[in-house]
């Protein structure tokens, strides 16, 4: 199998347990249309419960102050993750 990578940084099965191991082998055999589509599930989900927990923390918060953090936190996330964040 190749070497899957996240950004070009580090081997996905690094922190791979061996059901996470044969994901990522199915994973590896999707069309790349399937593999686009399964990542903006998963980044619209991200996006969902990130505004979930904003307004959560922040009842009666306007929806504009609510998309600004959204905006400030997705920021955050991209900075820490060209710095060489990961979560293990």
Do not use: F, Y
């Amino acid at each position: 199998m190749g070497t899957l990578h996240v950004s070009g940084r580090r081997d996905v099965r690094e922190s791979c347990g061996p059901l996470q191991e044969a994901d990522l082998k199915r994973v590896g055999r999707l069309k790349p249309e399937a593999k686009v589509n399964m990542a903006i599930e998963m980044t619209e989900a991200m996006v969902r419960v990130c505004l979930d927990g904003i307004k959560g923390r922040n009842p009666g918060m306007a929806e504009e102050e609510v998309m600004n953090e959204l905006r400030e936190r997705l920021e955050w996330a991209k900075r820490w993750q060209h710095r060489g964040g990961h979560v293990k």
